[in-house]
């Protein structure tokens, strides 16, 4: 089977430092959920942003099979590429419903509404709110509105950054159960990105450790349901701050 999303030797750099991401390779497989683990400067939000066409890299970067390397960052959402960016970044003074109707500018109307209401439906907590300024929304209610905007454009491939930056556990736990949905209905694959092994675990089949813009390791998630191979994979790649 093709992988929706075949990455091969991608480097980022930003200016005549280090590179952020260096000779990074990694699939995704149809519906599948791949993480990116490393701790804060690791180079994956670079590695997302790379994929979604919003910073220059070098390397070899497919989708379908086709390679989307220079095809510029709206065309690869409207293939089915979506980046819901690190820090929410949604737009505080627009309605909820209006950022959402954001989301799915590139859709056709009808099918823009069926999305919304499929978004509605899976976020109960925002839906109750949709008339009101977005910034008024709670943290986990704004990440849920993120994520919701970002499932409105109807991505094949949805690049997750840090959703459970800045949210208490009980949120955190209630947006992955709310994603481990969605997967459940659907084929949509997922790059998620995350500091926390924990949060991961949840929603994952396969994870690459990332430290200094390389992948230094990989596991399976069914290799780490054991809590020893799972301490043993802390201990060498994210360092004992990162457990
Ligand atoms: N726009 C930018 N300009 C210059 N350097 C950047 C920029 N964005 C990120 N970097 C640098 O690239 C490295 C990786 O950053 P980033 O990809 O954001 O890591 P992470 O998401 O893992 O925290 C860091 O050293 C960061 O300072
Ligand atoms: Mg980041």
Same mark, same amino acid.
């Given at each position: 089977?093709?992988?929706? +999303?075949?990455?091969?030797?991608?480097?980022?750099?930003?200016?005549?430092?280090? =590179?952020?991401?260096?000779?990074? @390779?990694?699939?995704? !497989? =149809?519906? !599948?959920?791949?993480? &990116?683990?490393?701790?804060?400067?690791?180079?994956?939000?670079?590695?997302?942003?790379?994929?979604?066409?919003?910073? =220059?890299? $070098?390397?070899?970067?497919?989708?379908?099979?086709? @390679?989307?390397?220079?095809?510029?960052?709206?065309?690869?959402?409207?293939?089915?590429?979506?980046?819901? %960016?690190?820090?929410?970044?949604?737009?505080?003074?627009?309605?909820?419903?209006?950022?959402?109707?954001? *989301?799915?500018?590139?859709? /056709?109307?009808?099918?823009?509404?069926?999305?919304?209401?499929?978004?509605?439906?899976?976020? =109960?907590?925002?839906?109750?709110?949709?008339?009101?300024?977005?910034?008024?929304?709670?943290?986990?209610? $704004? $990440?849920? +509105? /993120?994520?919701?905007?970002?499932?409105? @454009?109807?991505?094949?491939?949805?690049?997750?950054?840090?959703?459970? +930056? *800045?949210?208490? %556990?009980?949120?955190?736990?209630?947006?992955? #159960?709310?994603?481990?949905?969605?997967?459940?209905?659907?084929?949509?694959?997922?790059? &998620?990105?995350?500091?926390?092994? !924990?949060?991961?675990?949840?929603?994952?089949?396969?994870?690459?450790?990332?430290?200094?813009?390389?992948?230094? *390791?990989?596991?399976? /998630?069914?290799?780490?349901? #054991?809590?020893?191979?799972? $301490?043993?994979?802390? #201990?060498?790649?994210?360092? !004992?701050?990162?457990?």
């Amino acid at each position: 089977m093709t992988d929706l +999303l075949d990455i091969r030797d991608l480097s980022v750099a930003y200016g005549s430092g280090a =590179p952020a991401v260096s000779g990074v @390779s990694f699939s995704v !497989a =149809p519906g !599948a959920v791949v993480a &990116l683990l490393g701790a804060n400067g690791a180079g994956k939000s670079s590695i997302m942003k790379a994929v979604s066409g919003l910073v =220059p890299a $070098q390397g070899e970067m497919k989708f379908e099979g086709a @390679s989307i390397g220079k095809m510029p960052a709206r065309k690869r959402v409207a293939q089915g590429i979506v980046y819901v %960016p690190e820090g929410r970044e949604i737009v505080g003074n627009l309605t909820v419903r209006e950022n959402l109707v954001l *989301g799915g500018y590139q859709v /056709a109307k009808a099918e823009r509404r069926r999305r919304m209401e499929m978004v509605l439906d899976l976020f =109960p907590e925002i839906a109750e709110k949709v008339d009101r300024s977005a910034w008024r929304l709670s943290g986990g209610e $704004q $990440q849920m +509105l /993120a994520i919701g905007r970002g499932l409105v @454009s109807g991505p094949k491939l949805l690049l997750l950054d840090e959703p459970s +930056l *800045g949210l208490a %556990p009980l949120l955190v736990r209630r947006v992955f #159960d709310r994603l481990a949905t969605i997967r459940a209905e659907s084929n949509l694959a997922i790059v &998620l990105v995350e500091q926390n092994l !924990a949060v991961t675990m949840r929603l994952c089949d396969e994870l690459h450790f990332l430290r200094g813009g390389r992948i230094v *390791g990989f596991r399976t /998630a069914k290799e780490l349901k #054991d809590p020893a191979a799972r $301490q043993e994979a802390v #201990d060498a790649y994210l360092g !004992a701050a990162a457990a």
